[in-house]
């Protein structure tokens, strides 16, 4: 009964910064940790960060740390990722996700409650 909608991904250069959003409905958003994976042609989809419900805890792919910033607007029932200092290997189709009711994070596939449809991120040499 929830859905899930990215947008906000495109194509940037290699260095630059793009901000994905993932705005939810049909469920009580603060009620849900939230997360984000990426899914990379021939690739598993793999975590990227994950945030609690109350925005106190956050966790990140080793590869992610420093660069990207998971935020979340319970207000606006919204979930962002700040992308910056982009490299081709982030290239990826991102998907938004919520973890179950009960609040854990999301952190693998098999932890996600409800997935997005994804946003495609492109980051060109």
């Known amino acids: 009964q929830a859905q899930l909608v990215e947008s906000g991904g495109g194509l940037v250069q290699a260095g630059g910064s793009l901000r994905v959003s993932c705005a939810a409905s049909?469920?009580?958003?603060?009620?849900?940790?939230m997360g984000w994976f990426r899914q990379a042609p021939g690739k598993e989809r793999e975590f990227v960060a994950a945030?609690?419900?109350?925005?106190?805890?956050?966790e990140y792919t080793d590869s992610a740390k420093g660069r990207f910033t998971i935020s979340r607007d319970n207000a606006r029932n919204t979930v962002y990722l700040q992308m910056n200092s982009l490299k081709p290997d982030d290239t990826a189709v991102y998907y938004c996700?919520?973890?179950?009711?009960?609040?854990?994070?999301?952190?693998?596939?098999?932890?996600?409650?409800?997935w997005g449809q994804g946003t495609q991120v492109t980051v060109s040499s």
């Open positions: 945030i609690s419900r109350d925005a106190y805890n956050t």
């Open positions: 049909k469920l009580i958003f603060s009620r849900y940790a």
């Open positions: 996700a919520a973890g179950g009711p009960w609040g854990s994070l999301p952190t693998t596939p098999g932890s996600v409650a409800y």
